[in-house]
């Protein structure tokens, strides 16, 4: 079929219950679908592939292997059809981007974030190889087959996988230069679930440094040496010398994770919403706000930033990044993910999202409306701007809300007035960096004393630790370590 009948097939019904709504991908095995069941009102990706394709029992297979599994990690498949020219798989739909486009456009990740990706993914895989008596490998294991899709993992393509039995058949074998382990390149090469292991090594190398390891692997020297052993240990030519299985390389890194970090929250154990607003146009705070969104998802910490004013900047940056919107009317650029000011009258699903970042704009009496767990204001710090920055802190802290000040745009020299009660360790001058989605040392630094600050919550002490403020003073109390950035001192 050319292109021209491809369009005209976009407002289909197939099986008289799938509307089709455009093209998502083509490729050499054939062409996936954007639809909407219309019983249920949910979107479908639909997979079809020639019958007359030489790689058409790969679609047979792929749908075979995944009909039975349950994961949070692996796409459903709600669906086999056939016509007299196409098979079709009915999968769920999965809007995100591959981990490969994500380093690609970001550059590499932060530690934290490459165990945490590497541990949603042995568990998949180790639930892969114990799914039955007969262990399933992947044996695709690759960046461009893992979607990140709202923080979650997913691994797709099955097309290569299958058990341990069917593995070792004659015949030819596939892999992705770079994440095949050496056993895959051989005829002769016995494949087990440490062919997958391998992989599983090589991808979280990709995801902390960009580039894929080579054999035989020596980390750089300038590595973590913890998360080095780990890859080490994955990344071996001897199957022998690998871990053994993704449930025993998970539990290390799940070690990993916390160390140094033993009382490391990660914010998932309830909601939290922070509320940003400026002493007046221009303060900086979506500057700000943008920061702290970049600096908690570094740390491992998923989270959405909300535009809650008509500034614009939302929709200037969708367009300055070319973001398409998801089915939550969410953007993404260099892994910060955000939901632009839709209007009053807009009404969306609401995104899986636990923890979140408001941006207010000049609107603090609408910021502490929100009731929300903390609030910071941004001050503008310039000299002509002080009256304005006095009032609007002494209002914020009249509202019992714990809070944290940030002042914008200090010169040397230049006083601050701080309103009456004021804590002094709740108010931080901002450091200059022209590039909020760039981390340097001071300004992790900052956001590291200002989030301690900000999040320990006052006025609950009754409730003790049992209560969501206790919870919340014990998270934070005990954080992210650092030395702390130097608070406003006068």
Same mark, same amino acid.
């Given at each position: 079929?050319?292109?021209?009948?491809?369009?005209?097939?976009?407002?289909?019904?197939?099986?008289?219950? =799938?509307?089709?709504?455009? #093209?998502?991908?083509?490729?050499?095995?054939?062409?996936?679908?954007?639809?909407?069941?219309?019983?249920?009102?949910?979107?479908?990706?639909?997979?079809?592939?020639? +019958?007359?394709?030489?790689? =058409?029992?790969?679609?047979?297979?792929?749908?075979?292997?995944?009909?039975?599994?349950?994961?949070? !990690?692996?796409?459903?498949?709600?669906?086999?059809?056939?016509?007299?020219?196409?098979?079709?798989? /009915?999968?769920? =739909?999965?809007?995100?981007?591959?981990?490969?486009?994500?380093?690609?456009?970001?550059?590499?990740?932060?530690?934290?974030?490459?165990?945490? @990706?590497?541990?949603?993914?042995?568990? #998949?895989?180790?639930?892969?190889?114990?799914?039955?008596?007969?262990?399933?490998?992947?044996?695709?294991?690759?960046?461009?087959?893992?979607?990140?899709?709202?923080?979650?993992?997913?691994?797709?393509?099955?097309?290569?996988?299958?058990?341990?039995?069917?593995?070792?058949?004659?015949?030819? *074998?596939?892999?992705?230069?770079?994440?095949?382990?050496?056993?895959?390149?051989? +005829?002769?090469?016995?494949?087990?679930?440490?062919?997958?292991?391998?992989?599983?090594?090589?991808?979280?190398?990709?995801?902390?440094?960009?580039?894929?390891?080579?054999?035989?692997?020596?980390?750089?020297?300038? &590595?973590?040496?913890?998360?080095?052993?780990?890859?080490?240990?994955?990344?071996? +030519?001897? +199957?022998?010398? *690998?871990?053994?299985?993704?449930?025993?390389?998970?539990?290390?890194?799940?070690?990993?994770?916390?160390?140094?970090?033993?009382?490391?929250?990660?914010?998932?154990?309830?909601?939290?919403?922070?509320?940003?607003?400026?002493?007046?146009?221009?303060?900086?705070?979506?500057?700000?706000?943008?920061?702290?969104?970049?600096?908690?998802?570094?740390?491992?910490?998923?989270?959405?930033?909300?535009?809650?004013?008509?500034?614009? &900047?939302?929709?200037?940056?969708?367009? @300055?990044? $070319?973001?398409?919107?998801?089915?939550? !009317?969410?953007?993404?650029?260099?892994?910060?993910?955000?939901?632009?000011?839709?209007?009053? !009258?807009?009404?969306?699903?609401?995104?899986?999202?636990?923890?979140?970042?408001?941006?207010?704009?000049?609107?603090?009496?609408?910021?502490? &409306?929100?009731?929300? %767990?903390?609030?910071?204001?941004?001050?503008?710090?310039?000299?002509?701007? *002080?009256?304005?920055?006095?009032?609007?802190?002494?209002?914020?802290?009249?509202?019992?809300?714990?809070?944290?000040?940030?002042?914008?745009?200090?010169?040397?020299?230049?006083? #601050? *007035?701080?309103?009456?009660? $004021?804590?002094?360790?709740?108010?931080?001058?901002?450091?200059? =960096?022209?590039?909020?989605?760039?981390?340097?040392?001071?300004?992790? %630094?900052?956001?590291?004393?200002?989030?301690?600050?900000?999040?320990? #919550?006052?006025?609950?002490?009754?409730?003790?630790?049992?209560?969501?403020? !206790?919870? /919340?003073?014990?998270?934070?109390?005990?954080?992210?370590?650092?030395?702390?950035?130097?608070?406003?001192?006068?």
């Amino acid at each position: 079929m050319d292109r021209q009948k491809e369009v005209v097939l976009v407002s289909a019904v197939l099986f008289g219950k =799938y509307q089709l709504y455009g #093209i998502l991908g083509t490729g050499r095995a054939g062409t996936v679908f954007l639809a909407v069941h219309l019983g249920l009102e949910e979107y479908r990706a639909i997979k079809r592939v020639p +019958k007359s394709f030489l790689k =058409y029992e790969h679609l047979r297979r792929e749908a075979l292997v995944l009909k039975e599994l349950r994961h949070p !990690g692996i796409p459903i498949i709600f669906d086999v059809e056939e016509d007299e020219f196409y098979s079709y798989l /009915i999968e769920e =739909y999965l809007e995100g981007e591959s981990l490969y486009d994500l380093v690609k456009k970001q550059g590499h990740l932060s530690r934290e974030l490459a165990i945490s @990706y590497g541990i949603q993914l042995t568990s #998949i895989i180790s639930y892969l190889h114990l799914a039955g008596p007969n262990p399933i490998l992947h044996l695709d294991l690759q960046p461009k087959n893992l979607l990140l899709c709202h923080d979650t993992v997913k691994l797709i393509d099955f097309g290569l996988a299958s058990s341990v039995d069917d593995a070792n058949m004659p015949g030819e *074998r596939y892999g992705t230069v770079g994440c095949a382990a050496p056993e895959q390149y051989s +005829k002769d090469g016995v494949l087990d679930e440490r062919t997958d292991i391998y992989a599983i090594g090589a991808i979280i190398h990709y995801l902390f440094t960009g580039e894929f390891p080579k054999l035989p692997y020596k980390p750089a020297s300038s &590595m973590d040496a913890d998360l080095a052993a780990v890859m080490k240990g994955c990344i071996k +030519k001897e +199957k022998e010398e *690998r871990f053994s299985s993704a449930q025993e390389l998970g539990t290390r890194l799940g070690q990993l994770k916390n160390m140094g970090t033993a009382a490391k929250d990660r914010l998932q154990s309830s909601s939290l919403t922070i509320a940003l607003a400026g002493s007046k146009s221009g303060a900086g705070t979506t500057h700000i706000g943008i920061g702290l969104s970049v600096y908690l998802r570094n740390h491992g910490y998923p989270n959405l930033f909300e535009e809650k004013n008509d500034s614009g &900047m939302g929709s200037g940056l969708g367009d @300055y990044a $070319a973001a398409k919107r998801d089915q939550f !009317g969410l953007l993404r650029y260099q892994g910060f993910i955000w939901r632009p000011f839709y209007g009053l !009258g807009v009404k969306l699903k609401e995104p899986p999202y636990k923890n979140r970042i408001l941006d207010y704009g000049k609107n603090v009496e609408e910021a502490l &409306m929100g009731t929300p %767990d903390a609030v910071i204001l941004v001050c503008d710090g310039s000299s002509w701007s *002080r009256n304005s920055a006095f009032f609007s802190a002494e209002y914020v802290m009249k509202s019992h809300i714990s809070y944290g000040i940030v002042y914008n745009h200090v010169t040397r020299g230049t006083g #601050i *007035r701080l309103p009456e009660g $004021a804590v002094p360790s709740r108010c931080l001058k901002a450091p200059y =960096y022209p590039d909020p989605f760039e981390m340097n040392a001071e300004t992790e %630094d900052f956001y590291n004393t200002l989030l301690k600050a900000v999040l320990e #919550i006052k006025g609950r002490k009754k409730r003790g630790g049992s209560g969501f403020g !206790g919870r /919340i003073r014990e998270r934070i109390s005990r954080m992210i370590p650092g030395k702390g950035h130097i608070p406003w001192k006068g």
